[in-house]
């Protein structure tokens, strides 16, 4: 299997490699985020102990219910939880040892290998904005999503360094079928970006689409023996799996495809008004939900996932970047690293209707919060506004290049010879600087982060190219990295079978828009 | 003196606090932060070691330079220092071992009491930015700070909930004489605030006069056995100590009052372009600033330092919130632990022009990097904007707001058995909600932070309001803020000598405007 992506690597990489030289625009992709930093670990070790004591306790006395599923009641029944109409109660010790054949670390194959991801471990994956029905930009406001907004945002995803994954709904395209959409968003991936991407959850006949496009893009034993798809599940919280997450969940599961168990809480509303319980009820959740997913195929790829806020207690509304949601994203993280499952949270989560200072705040505390937590799989890293309700192009490009911050932030500090600098020290002395010595021009190039985004101008100058605020430079950078795009290349045959499958199964069924 | 303390304390605090509530305007603010969570500290064990002895290194081998500071050469000669022309070259261990006497801790007294801050440990003392020559605000722009700006800075920082110190130049006024302002500057700290301050440093004599006004509000004798004033001596990075800075360590020394050493570093330009090269600065700086502070009087009350930050290698630029200068901060922190002292970094440091999402990232990031990276002392925490060069209006309500986060982030978690919240899970149940349960009715009021700034309204209601973005909110709490400020009560025969001294300085000598 590794050969037919080293020969796809050869068709297509490599020509779009060529091509991008030929013609001058750079597409670069830094390698995903591997962590040579120390975490941040909010709860001691009896704290820990309380709460997965406590979660094993709710899953046995409480239990969870699988919603329209008989099939799934059985499985559980088989496996010996207490099943008691759709309530399943899961004897204490029995979900955490059916979670034990779960892998810790997932390979997720991009069409061109050079974009393939790790999950797991030390490593940290960022991917975009998912789910808003909403787009905004500064010229146009905030108006319903579109296909054509929707292939922007992949074509963005794309040129934005500092994103490993192409990620899945970066938007809703509201002007397609619901029925149908999942697979022009699937052709939108699979051909304007070469970087590893996200199936459907919103039908099981939809996942089932996914795998099959996918076997037409990466061969059909290739995607059987590796994971090509990481797709999102996420829980009814509290303690609710209902048949279409659950659904998409087995065909997945059964194709060896990954995904992300993830309960979605808004704290106050969706579990405890606390820390500690919230903690409880998401791994409780999550102990269910990935054992399921072991029930289904021993061994299938998933993730640890948690979402979690804070509700605004006046007016009912979801909050974001705040300092609870970070504890709870740290005490998820170390929940999931004693399961030895990868990590799913975080973002670029803001409550901001504007990509204004209030988003920039909530996004960098999520950023840090992420990266320091451990996190694995960071959905959302850009483009998120107004709690998720609008993808927004300007925030998008601004938190790619946040992204970079991550990057840096994580490499750790070197202490070698050269960046010890001794002789440097010992050349400029009290009283020099440091601007023209011999260790400076060696290594400015490569000592600091760079942006590619924020101003760093002389007041005067940037007083006279009109006093752009982050937005406006913002503005700039989308229209310049669209105007930009390339298409990577990709096999003619591969594109012509992935259309025909699209426009056939469109064909084959009306419009349906629920 | 204590009992002075508290004589002030039923005469002023307390009739403050029964005219507050008579007049319903509340003013509240938090204890200075106890962190009750772990540090990120980005230096392993090796990494500390090579860096401190370098540091010592570099101090016998290269040294520093005492500029115009004949006194202070001979002290450094006589302590056993080699001392060739204005170069003191300090032999490896003789300046840590000087450092020794330093304390740990700083009691900062407050002429109010409940205001009065512990620097070291676990604690996070927060105060506002510091000497910018201009201000901005929405409605007037960028211009000069006069005195009238200056005053409302303090009256703003007075009225901020987690703002825990009145800082020291919160803008330079301008419009006074540079050898008066620091008068009216301390008058405005001393009576339009009860939080403590710092004094001036741009003269020794103005060091002095600073003791002597604090000797008129807190008494003379309590100023000598207690510290009331933090003030900022900057290095002149690289390795040097001009004599203005030093002459006014030396007031403030043999006054019992505390300083901050602090080299004042763009990486890249001041120190190596290097992480560890920069922070083996750093400590061979301070060590040599902090010794000399103890050869004045042993036991004088110090903080380590460091306020670094990287360079635009296109532009020359300064950078903030940048992943190198949070390396630096969470080194340095780690570099003052082990010797043992307060340690000050960090703050709501940028480079944007604007308090847009530029400012509110590097801002954020900053933040973080002192909560985690153990910072005592945090200059700058609310107010800056561009680089340092203005202060402004709404971001000094912005980030005093974002200060809030930090407060609630270094609680940690509880749980205990009502933050378990056990029964709330078993009461509500698979598919239920928490909104109405026994928990979350008990719990909510505290159970979040909550901002007094930020939006979380339904977009409708945001969109019926005007659309307005965080500066424009920042704009109308900054209006609110001021016009709800009242003084705080001070006895007026100790206000009236205030005055009095400073009249009296004022016209002693002529203006000056170097």
Not at 38 to 56: C, T
Not at 194 to 208: C, I, L, N, W, Y
Not at 231 to 249: E, K, Q
Not at 289 to 310: C, D, E, K, N
Request: aromatic content about 8%; charged content about 20%; overall charge negative.
């Amino acid at each position: 299997m590794a050969e037919a992506a080293t020969r796809r690597r050869g068709r297509s990489g490599g020509g779009a490699a060529r091509r991008a030289e030929r013609t001058g625009i750079k597409i670069e992709t830094a390698k995903y985020i591997e962590r040579n930093i120390p975490l941040f670990e909010v709860l001691n070790e009896e704290a820990l102990e309380i709460i997965e004591s406590n979660a094993e306790g709710i899953l046995e006395e409480v239990g969870v219910n699988f919603v329209d599923n008989p099939a799934a009641l059985e499985r559980w029944r088989e496996a010996g939880a207490d099943v008691d109409g759709e309530r399943v109660r899961i004897p204490r010790g029995l979900a955490r040892k059916l979670c034990e054949t779960a892998p810790s670390r997932i390979t997720q194959h991009a069409r061109n290998p050079e974009r393939t991801v790790e999950i797991g471990g030390n490593t940290l994956v960022c991917a975009p904005v998912y789910g808003p029905p909403f787009v905004r930009d500064a010229d146009g406001g905030r108006r319903y999503a579109t296909m054509a907004d929707f292939e922007k945002f992949v074509k963005l995803g794309y040129m934005s360094k500092w994103l490993h994954h192409s990620g899945g709904t970066v938007c809703e395209p509201t002007d397609i079928a619901v029925n149908k959409r999942h697979l022009d968003m699937l052709l939108a991936h699979m051909t304007l970006s070469d970087k590893p991407f996200m199936g459907s959850v919103t039908e099981p006949s939809r996942a089932q689409d996914s795998v099959e496009m996918c076997e037409i893009l990466f061969g059909k034993d290739f995607v059987q023996e590796n994971t090509v798809m990481t797709s999102l599940i996420n829980i009814n919280s509290p303690m609710t799996f209902d048949d279409v997450m659950m659904g998409a969940l087995e065909v997945y599961a059964q194709n060896n495809q990954a995904c992300i168990v993830s309960p979605f809480i808004v704290g106050g509303a969706m579990a405890p008004v606390s820390v500690a319980g919230t903690l409880t009820q998401v791994l409780a959740e999550v102990l269910a939900g990935i054992a399921y997913s072991q029930l289904i195929r021993p061994g299938a790829p998933v993730i640890f996932g948690a979402f979690v806020t804070s509700i605004d207690m006046n007016s009912g509304a979801p909050t974001f970047g705040t300092p609870e949601a970070t504890h709870i994203l740290s005490g998820a993280g170390q929940l999931a690293r004693r399961m030895g499952l990868p990590f799913r949270s975080g973002g670029g989560l803001c409550g901001s209707k504007l990509p204004d200072a209030q988003a920039a705040y909530e996004t960098a505390h999520t950023h840090n919060a992420a990266l320091l937590g451990g996190v694995n799989f960071m959905l959302h890293s850009c483009g998120w506004l107004e709690g998720g309700l609008v993808s927004s192009f300007e925030k998008f490009v601004m938190d790619a290049d946040q992204l970079g911050v991550l990057h840096h932030l994580a490499r750790g500090v070197a202490v070698d010879e050269n960046a010890q600098a001794l002789d440097a020290i010992r050349e400029v002395g009290p009283g020099g600087h440091y601007l023209g010595c011999a260790h400076t021009q060696a290594n400015f190039k490569e000592a600091f982060w760079r942006t590619e985004l924020l101003d760093y101008k002389p007041f005067e100058t940037w007083a006279d190219e009109g006093e752009r605020d982050t937005q406006a430079l913002a503005s700039n950078r989308v229209e310049q990295l669209l105007g930009g795009y390339q298409k990577p290349a990709i096999d003619p045959g591969v594109e012509e079978a992935l259309r025909a499958y699209v426009a056939e199964k469109k064909a084959s069924m009306p419009d349906a828009f629920v």
